[in-house]
């Protein structure tokens, strides 16, 4: 949504408590301002929409217990902490950063880890290199969504594709969480060798063929 800048006649008293809200907030006078009009005309802006979509994600994800959300509103990420299944149960991060625009992808997912285990860290590689895979195999075939994928020291990306389909905020909101909880829930089989490569295909593409919205 393109911006132009604009003269405006304020009170002095009005623009000093909408500049303390902002501070509270975090954010600006102008983002602030914007976002009031906004509202006051009933019209969505790319950050409204953002921030309806990270604060209903984190709505869905607080009553699981697995994955711990963290968001501040008026922010475009928002964090969410997994314990692995694993000896000392490290902890792994999850990053959700969606974009204001853009066609080739509207956000992106990262997984963080931290661990001086060689073979944790050789059996994370594994899972996100076997993540792709099935990823290409399946989603691209079914789909025609194209993630693009990163992996370097301690840090695994995925971009988050344009849905499918058109959508609301809940329902990417929805798409985003199960494909988060579906990653985590794998990922933690295949790690503690509940499940092997060839099941944890079988329950991603089981999972897939079911969900509504793909990204």
């Not at 990420?77 to 974009?99: A, D, G, I, N, Q």
């Not at 066609?103 to 944790?120: N, P, Y």
């Not at 058109?166 to 089989?189: N, Q, T």
Request: aromatic share 10%; glycine share 4%.
């Amino acid at each position: 949504m393109k911006k132009t800048l604009y003269s405006l006649m304020l009170n002095e008293e009005v623009v000093r408590e909408v500049d303390a809200l902002a501070h509270r907030l975090g954010t600006n006078r102008s983002n602030l301002i914007n976002q009031i009009l906004a509202e006051y005309v009933d019209l969505v802006t790319p950050e409204r929409r953002i921030n309806d979509v990270l604060s209903t994600i984190e709505e869905l994800m607080r009553p699981t217990g697995d994955l711990v959300p963290f968001f501040a509103p008026n922010s475009f990420s928002m964090s969410l902490k997994s314990s692995l299944e694993y000896k000392y149960r490290p902890t792994v991060k999850y990053e959700v950063e969606l974009y204001r625009g853009g066609e080739e992808a509207i956000g992106e997912l990262a997984v963080v880890f931290r661990t001086q285990s060689a073979s944790l860290i050789g059996l994370m590689s594994n899972f996100f290199s076997l993540w792709k895979q099935i990823e290409d195999l399946h989603l691209r075939t079914a789909t025609g969504l194209r993630p693009d994928y990163a992996l370097f020291e301690g840090r695994f990306t995925r971009s988050l594709c344009p849905p499918d389909r058109d959508c609301s905020p809940s329902e990417l909101a929805g798409a985003i969480s199960e494909y988060i909880k579906l990653f985590d829930r794998l990922m933690k089989h295949y790690l503690s060798g509940r499940l092997d490569a060839h099941e944890v295909e079988a329950a991603y593409y089981s999972q897939m063929i079911n969900t509504p919205i793909h990204i």
